[in-house]
């Protein structure tokens, strides 16, 4: 039973992820499925229109997760994650947008949730991901004088050097 209800959400998400395709046709990259979750890649041109489609008109009302993901050396560099859920109708949508190492920026969907905004500052946080509107874009666990971002793949393992902030607190004694 529990096997035919997750066929059934599959099959609802891919025909919505098909209506994606047949909507914003220009800037659906590529659909996937896979155990089933449903992927769908877009052009970044157009994210916050087609999310904000799916939380209007198909009932995707919770944003699970908003995430980066670094390909280095591949190019594109980056990707947003965007992973919905909606509750009423127990769907799942994944959707991959790629953005450059020389552009990284995407449209800000805080606006949409307000869950959005510290998952935002996370990425742009560890990444370097900007989310262009954001109300508030700035670090959110590393301070504010950190230099460079811990989740590139091209960030030294160690760190660059020892932070200023600890070298601080060790010689005051505290």
Not at 75 to 97: A, D, G, M, N
Request: charged share 35%; aromatic share 14%.
């Amino acid at each position: 039973m529990a096997e035919k209800i997750k066929k059934a959400a599959t099959e609802a998400s891919l025909k919505i992820a098909e209506q994606l395709r047949r909507i914003f046709y220009d800037y659906i990259v590529d659909i996937k499925e896979f155990r089933g979750q449903v992927l769908v890649v877009v052009n970044k041109e157009k994210i916050k229109e087609i999310i904000k489609y799916l939380k209007e008109e198909q009932g995707f009302n919770h944003l699970q997760d908003l995430c980066g993901v670094d390909y280095y050396p591949q190019k594109p560099r980056f990707e947003v994650v965007y992973s919905l859920f909606s509750i009423w109708r127990r769907l799942y949508i994944r959707l991959k947008v790629k953005v450059d190492e020389e552009d990284p920026e995407i449209e800000s969907i805080s606006d949409l949730w307000q869950s959005a905004n510290w998952l935002e500052r996370e990425c742009f946080d560890m990444f370097g991901l900007r989310f262009k509107g954001h109300p508030d874009l700035k670090r959110i666990l590393m301070p504010e004088d950190w230099e460079g971002y811990p989740l590139r793949k091209d960030y030294p393992i160690e760190g660059k050097e020892v932070w200023k902030g600890f070298r601080e607190i060790v010689e005051s004694g505290v």
